[in-house]
């Protein structure tokens, strides 16, 4: 089986948080804040970095302007779409999911919904 779990703030005070990890028994993988600039400036006093960029339009800009570019190209192509119903489906179930979870204050199944 697996757990997943979801922390969301829209509203942080350091801008739009987005952080994702991943632990395993053979690795991990980190999906870091992306921020103005990558410097980071470490003293004695203590360590600074840039804040995340504080919209998720400027954070994901380039994401969906390549999405976009991709449905295009299938459909102008008679391709297959990268994403299909059955994607969108399974991100409304799993939003749904998470709104139940809030709503109820218990873990929600996905095979709840389904």
């Known amino acids: 089986g697996a757990l997943g779990v979801i922390d969301n703030s829209r509203q942080a005070v350091y801008g739009y948080d987005q952080r ?3 632990f395993g028994s053979a690795g991990a993988v980190e ?4 921020t103005p600039h990558n410097t980071r400036h ?5 360590v600074q970095e840039a804040k995340p960029l504080y919209f998720f339009l400027e954070r994901y800009m380039d994401a969906y302007v390549i999405e976009l ?3 295009v190209d299938a459909v102008a192509q008679d391709q297959p779409t990268p994403v299909t119903g059955a994607d969108g ?6 939003g749904l999911a998470a709104w139940r ?3 109820e204050q218990r873990p929600v199944k996905v095979a709840e919904l389904c």
């Open 69 to 71: 570019q991709s449905f």
């Open 20 to 22: 994702a990890e991943v």
């Open 101 to 103: 979870s809030y709503r």
């Open 89 to 94: 489906r399974a991100a409304t179930v799993l």
């Open 42 to 46: 470490s003293t004695a006093a203590g």
């Open 31 to 34: 999906a870091l804040n992306k």
